[in-house]
């Protein structure tokens, strides 16, 4: 990997970890949908230009009904589930439990028509991890309630579900262009809600930074970053970063925020990641990329993360 490459892929595996952190901050001093909404409006606001620039948009046209379909699965759901259960749970178990998108996406493969065989070591990843989720949903693991892990869990959902949708329906769509619209639509969808719900005092500035971080650094800078690591690197190397992300997910949490890591979440997270890994050997990741976009997928981040455009099938967004 080149000097350059190795910079996109760290830079990408910090980025994608720290939404959490930020979602975290921010829902304590505005609503959820205000917080949405503020996100995917600056983020639609920086890319448009770009994909404006690159004459990007034109060739969406086609794909505008799988566009609405891929917005709503992959960042009006799961920002909305995610900021929501963040309200009652910390950053770290957020991460942890956004680290079984890979396992999901592969479960979902399969049942949605992959004809690719489930080995006895693909089998083996499968099990791990749906053990270490099961293991971080158990009560009292990490103080977490029923509703906030369920959230969670169906954001889970939701990220293995767009790549999926974004490598059957719209592998022709230029990436960007395609983030651009869906963040934009997006806007449009929470601009009612965030009306009715805007506060009446404004919010400090801690939050309003957190604000600023993720619809700048950890949306529209991110998502520059991570076709351009695509494109220097590949798309399987490039959705390494999926493993990475809970990691730093987690050490945020701990050190900025002070909160707990307990034994069980880090038995979760070993069997999740373990698990990760087999579960999307090789032989899952055989869709080829159309020339000159990305295969996508999460964050994290977290999650949520937009297009994932061609990513492969089990990456995730950040959160």
């Not at 890319?47 to 086609?62: D, E, K, N, Y």
């Not at 983030?179 to 009612?192: I, K, N």
């Not at 701990?254 to 038995?267: I, N």
């Not at 990305?294 to 937009?306: E, N």
Request: aromatic share 6%; hydrophobic share 55%; with cysteine.
């Amino acid at each position: 990997m080149s000097r350059r490459g190795w910079a996109l892929f760290s830079a990408m595996s910090v980025i994608w970890g720290i939404p959490y952190l930020l979602i975290k901050i921010a829902v304590a001093g505005v609503p959820v949908p205000v917080l949405v909404l503020a996100r995917v409006a600056i983020g639609a606001a920086l890319l448009l230009p770009v994909a404006l620039r690159r004459r990007q948009l034109r060739a969406l046209v086609p794909h505008r009904r799988w566009l609405a379909v891929f917005a709503l699965v992959e960042i009006i759901t799961p920002w909305f589930l995610l900021s929501e259960a963040e309200r009652r749970l910390s950053s770290s178990m957020s991460g942890l439990l956004i680290a079984s998108v890979p396992i999901i996406g592969a479960l979902l493969a399969r049942i949605s028509g992959d004809t690719e065989r489930l080995t006895a070591v693909r089998w083996t990843g499968l099990l791990a991890g749906l053990a270490g989720v099961a293991l971080l949903a158990s009560p009292g693991a990490a103080g977490g309630d029923a509703r906030s892990i369920g959230e969670v869990l169906l954001v889970a959902v939701c990220y293995a579900t767009g790549p999926l949708i974004a490598s059957r329906k719209l592998s022709e769509a230029p990436p960007i262009g395609m983030t651009a619209v869906c963040l934009g639509f997006a806007a449009v969808v929470y601009a009612p809600a965030a009306a009715l719900t805007w506060p009446g005092a404004m919010p400090s500035g801690k939050v309003l930074g957190a604000i600023a971080g993720l619809a700048v650094v950890c949306t529209a800078v991110a998502f520059l970053f991570f076709f351009a690591l695509i494109a220097e690197v590949g798309p399987a190397r490039a959705t390494v970063i999926t493993y990475l992300n809970p990691a730093v997910a987690v050490a945020l949490g701990v050190s900025v925020l002070g909160e707990r890591f307990t034994p069980a979440m880090a038995g979760a997270f070993a069997l999740i990641l373990g698990g990760s890994v087999l579960a999307t050997r090789p032989g899952l990741r055989r869709r080829a990329t159309a020339p000159g976009a990305p295969s996508l997928s999460s964050p994290g981040a977290p999650s949520p993360p937009v297009a994932q455009g061609n990513l492969d099938e089990g990456g995730c967004l950040p959160g």
